[in-house]
């Protein structure tokens, strides 16, 4: 008994439009899981860019707010003299008008150069520094109570922020004069005039 034969130039051609078939089905398969791996990166990123920029947006929003905010309460700070440079011939000017409105005896002062300051404890100034220029008052005072007077004109009239870091007082004479121009008191003063401004000599301009 013989046996039967395949006839391989029947099935021939459907064999060969098979494996076309089957190499065109995994090259599609290839190619969209390609694609839609490659799609799927391109979505993250963009997912991600735009998270990034709507953080951006939400922190320039902010921003902006605070700036309206807290701009100008800056702005008057610079103005007075507590930002940035210093304004030393305002504090000049508010001493002589108090001691002429207090009818001082004697009033003389001195101003050394500013420096840096340096506390005795550790401060985050968050990228500035604060420096401070010593002041030296010399009074002849009728009474303690003109002291009072003449730091409460300058709280009033002088542009900037200042400490008392000592004050001392004397008599005079040994018997109170009853005169306005003759001191029954002297006093010895030092002042610190602080300035918030940038580090390194380098200055807040507005």
């Not at 013989?2 to 064999?15: A, G, M, Q």
């Not at 190619?31 to 993250?44: A, D, G, I, R, T």
């Not at 902010?62 to 309206?68: A, H, M, Y």
């Not at 004069?177 to 003063?189: L, M, Y």
Request: glycine content about 4%.
């Amino acid at each position: 008994m013989e046996k039967s034969k395949i006839d391989w130039s029947v099935i021939k051609l459907s064999i060969i439009t098979f494996s076309i078939c089957l190499v065109v089905g995994c090259s599609l398969v290839f190619s969209s899981y390609y694609f839609s791996n490659k799609l799927s990166l391109e979505l993250n990123q963009n997912k991600r860019l735009f998270l990034s920029v709507s953080r951006r947006y939400i922190d320039v929003d902010q921003e902006e707010k605070l700036l309206q905010e807290y701009f100008p309460q800056f702005v008057a700070l610079y103005n007075r003299g507590i930002i940035g440079r210093e304004k030393r011939l305002n504090w000049i000017e508010a001493l002589r008008q108090s001691g002429e409105k207090i009818n001082l005896p004697s009033l003389r002062y001195s101003i050394n150069s500013q420096e840096e300051f340096v506390p005795e404890f550790p401060i985050n100034y968050a990228g500035y520094a604060i420096y401070s220029s010593s002041m030296q008052l010399n009074l002849g005072l009728l009474h303690e109570g003109d002291l009072f007077e003449l730091l409460s004109f300058i709280d009033n009239n002088a542009e900037g922020l200042y400490t008392i870091s000592e004050c001392s007082f004397s008599k005079a004479s040994s018997e109170v004069i009853f005169d306005k121009n003759v001191a029954n008191i002297s006093a010895a003063c030092q002042l610190e005039w602080m300035t918030l401004d940038l580090p390194g000599g380098y200055r807040i301009k507005i």
